[in-house]
């Protein structure tokens, strides 16, 4: 079983910055895609960045949504399975409930698995 759980969020003024982190733990040998999605109050969880393990390389790659380029930066630790989210000049409509997300999960030598998702961390941001 793979969980993955979530830290960092909390309350912070227009401007501020939070750093997100995210832990995946149980059986595993690598994780190629982790990510941070976000849902706000009476909206659609929305992708906020993914990266993928090969991004180290130059073989893989990050994407973000328009909204937080160039203010959110997302990185990785491979060897810790952990992955975070730097959040930089949050504006209000950053607030929302945080939740990492992590697929391409070997758990056994020619197992996989996918859509692993934490319980979520809230960040809220006061204007």
């Known amino acids: 079983q793979v969980q993955l759980v979530e830290s960092g969020g909390g309350l912070v003024q227009a401007g501020g910055s939070l750093r997100l982190s995210c832990a995946a733990s149980?059986?595993?040998?690598?994780?190629?895609?982790m990510g941070w999605y976000r849902q706000a109050p009476g909206k659609q969880r929305e992708l906020v960045a993914v990266?993928?393990?090969?991004?180290?390389?130059?073989?893989?790659?990050?994407n973000y949504a328009d909204s937080v380029k160039g203010r959110f930066t997302i990185s990785r630790n491979n060897a810790k399975n952990t992955v975070y989210l730097q959040m930089n000049s949050l504006k209000f409509e950053d607030t929302a409930v945080y939740y990492c997300k992590a697929d391409r999960v070997r758990v056994g030598p020619w197992t996989f698995g996918d859509n692993y998702w934490g319980q979520g961390t809230q960040v809220t941001v006061s204007s």
């Open positions: 149980g059986s595993i040998i690598s994780i190629d895609a």
């Open positions: 990266m993928t393990s090969a991004v180290m390389t130059s073989g893989g790659s990050t």
